[in-house]
């Protein structure tokens, strides 16, 4: 095996065992922490297929986990016998349909119009979500009982203790990104990047642009809703604050403080985001304008983000002198 | 639903009223995105910025006349900087790095805001002068709106003589639809649109100061007028100034029927029509590029 293998194999191994032990080693807030960043990280990297891999940026990607985060918990508060998993899948099927919608007006239009349309899409969500108060109870929002998982030869599995959340959510999420991971190294996967870098010429070849634009906004609508879904299962609620502006808008900073063109950059922005808030919050009141500050800086000067300073030639130099 | 002719006339002079005041904020933003196809969410920020900035100088000086001279005089000068130093960069980057930046912008004007002057909403009383009612189709109407109409079609008539009737008109125009070829004949394309820019930060500044009386300034303030602008953009159709006019009426008076005939879905009109405009004419009304 080649260096680079032995490598990536230990890193591999090393986040795997680091994700598993994390209820011993922060037992305390440190796992409520690290389930939001399982959730939002797997929202970003969902957010990442349309921006990163295809160069489309929607900034109202909240649509989708909003509505992922209403259907689970309409489905629980109506129906709590329903299978925990179903729920899931509920989640994203609606995801995905609303993403039909949307994704039939704006995957054909390009740059900034695309992600204008993306934007009205969710403040028109948004305003359903706030007004049609007999569904979703308005700026209220809801609370449900969370359900227990059913597993056919384990029986039932509480879900009341924060530990089995988060090993639950860490197995979904790892499965959802897996998959996701796997379906960008597929030839669509591949042809998404191929659109973002020559539209023109992908369609001379003979590739239908808006059918794989729209095949990748749909696999972002389903990652997205599954994402609202978790988060509406962890915290037990679902409100307006799923579906608004700063949802989308946190997104956005996540994926792009982490870089965009990497698989797992959204993953590295979101571990930032979530640590960052926790950590500058309990000293200032500012520290939004810090990251704020901190994202101009990045889009004017580091165009790939925190993930690239490992990917740096300069820094895997120093790395590697270090290790010897 | 049926109400008395008079409630419908006022309704209608709330929609244009509203209108008008969307489209001192939209005109700005298409003109800078027909020109260098740039889509500016910090506009929003200016216009917030505006009235925040109208409450600190009614508060200091007590003249709200000052304030409407000094707060788009600051945010405009905000605008060329932000042009010249930050946005600048960009263009050279592509789309998403300039949409990037002026969300970025968005972020950080917004904190600012809250950091200065807090979250709690503020407001301003209507100038001495433009206080009380006048009769108006049976019953009586503020003053106030009258003023914010007469003014904003002031503002609307000096723009349109500027744009129609002098030279620095005639490049702006010909800058929106085609950029490069006016710098091949030797303007200085970066320059005017630095103006644009500036000029249009302005212009959303004095839309926020004379918001500020009859709307309360609010930290939500900037999103919610940048929505509606995003809408005005389609519906009138990306970077067409008549189309902007057209649909900020549209949009004023939908909100103003929607809230009187159906409250609950007020907000949701808007972007059915939207919707409607986008399948009819993916262009919008009056739009020409893609």
Redesign the interface.
């Known amino acids: 095996m080649s260096r680079l293998r032995v490598y990536q194999l230990g890193s591999g191994v090393a986040v795997t065992v680091f994700s598993l032990l994390i209820p011993v080693i922060f037992p305390q807030i440190g796992i409520h922490l690290a389930i939001e960043v399982l959730i939002y990280a797997l929202f970003a990297i969902s957010f990442n297929i349309l921006f990163g891999y295809c160069g489309m940026l929607p900034f109202g990607h909240a649509a989708f986990f909003g509505v992922g985060g209403y259907t689970f918990a309409l489905i629980f508060r109506h129906f709590p016998g329903t299978p925990l998993l179903l729920g899931f899948v509920a989640a994203a099927l609606l995801a995905l349909l609303i993403g039909v919608f949307i994704g039939f007006f704006c995957v054909r239009l390009s740059g900034p119009y695309f992600s204008l349309i993306s934007i009205a899409s969710q403040m028109f969500l948004f305003a359903v979500a706030l007004k049609w108060r007999s569904v979703t109870s308005g700026d209220d929002g809801m609370t449900f009982a969370r359900p227990a998982l059913h597993l056919p030869m384990l029986g039932e599995i509480s879900m009341r203790n924060v530990v089995n959340i988060y090993y639950f959510t860490l197995m979904v999420v790892a499965v959802a990104i897996l998959a996701c991971y796997l379906f960008l190294k597929t030839p669509l996967g591949n042809s998404f990047v191929c659109i973002r870098e020559q539209e023109k010429k992908a369609s001379f070849l003979g590739y239908n642009v808006y059918l794989v634009k729209l095949a990748a906004f749909l696999a972002s609508s389903i990652l997205a809703g599954l994402a609202g879904g978790l988060f509406a299962f962890f915290s037990a609620f679902v409100g307006t604050s799923f579906i608004d502006l700063n949802m989308s808008m946190s997104v956005v900073v996540m994926t792009v403080i982490g870089g965009m063109a990497y698989f797992l950059g959204p993953v590295l922005g979101t571990i930032f985001y979530i640590v960052f808030q926790d950590w500058m919050s309990s000293l200032t009141n500012y520290w939004m304008i810090v990251l704020g500050i901190t994202f101009i800086v990045i889009v004017l000067y580091a165009e790939g983000g925190l993930i690239s300073l490992f990917k740096n030639e300069k820094v895997r130099l120093w790395v590697s002198r270090l290790n010897k | 639903m049926s109400f008395p002719l008079e409630i419908y006339a006022i309704q209608a002079t709330h929609g244009v009223v509203y209108g008008m005041l969307l489209f001192l904020v939209a005109s700005g933003l298409t003109l800078v995105?027909g020109m260098m196809?740039?889509?500016n969410?910090a506009h929003a920020s200016f216009y917030m910025l505006g009235a925040y900035f109208a409450y600190s100088v009614t508060v200091y000086s007590g003249n709200f006349w000052l304030s409407l001279l000094i707060s788009p005089l600051f945010v405009g000068t905000l605008g060329i900087l932000v042009e010249r130093f930050?946005l600048r960069?960009?263009y050279k980057?592509g789309?998403?790095?300039?949409?990037?930046?002026t969300?970025?912008?968005f972020?950080?004007f917004g904190?600012?805001v809250?950091?200065v002057w807090g979250s709690i909403p503020l407001s301003i009383p209507v100038p001495m002068l433009l206080a009380g009612d006048v009769p108006f189709m049976g019953r009586t109407y503020p003053i106030y709106r009258f003023f914010i109409l007469g003014f904003s079609l002031f503002l609307l008539l000096g723009m349109a003589l500027m744009l129609m009737r002098t030279r620095i008109g005639i490049i702006i125009r010909s800058a929106v639809s085609d950029a490069e070829m006016v710098g091949a004949l030797g303007t200085n394309v970066p320059i005017v649109f630095l103006g644009v820019f500036g000029g249009g930060s302005a212009l959303a500044a004095i839309a926020g100061v004379i918001a500020a009386p009859f709307l309360s300034i609010y930290l939500g303030m900037g999103?919610d007028v940048l929505?509606d602008c995003?809408?005005v953009?389609?519906v009138g159709g990306?970077g067409s100034l008549p189309g902007a006019l057209i649909a900020s009426l549209m949009i004023g008076e939908l909100q103003s029927f929607g809230i009187l005939w159906i409250p609950?879905?007020a907000?949701?009109f808007q972007?059915l029509l939207?919707?409607i405009v986008?399948?009819i004419k993916?262009t919008g009304l009056f739009g020409e590029k893609?």
């Open positions: 995105f196809g740039v889509l969410l930050l960069k960009t980057m789309h998403a790095a300039e949409l990037l930046l969300f970025g912008l972020f950080v904190e600012l809250r950091i999103a929505i995003f809408v953009i389609v990306f609950r879905l907000l949701v972007f939207m919707a986008l399948i993916p893609e």
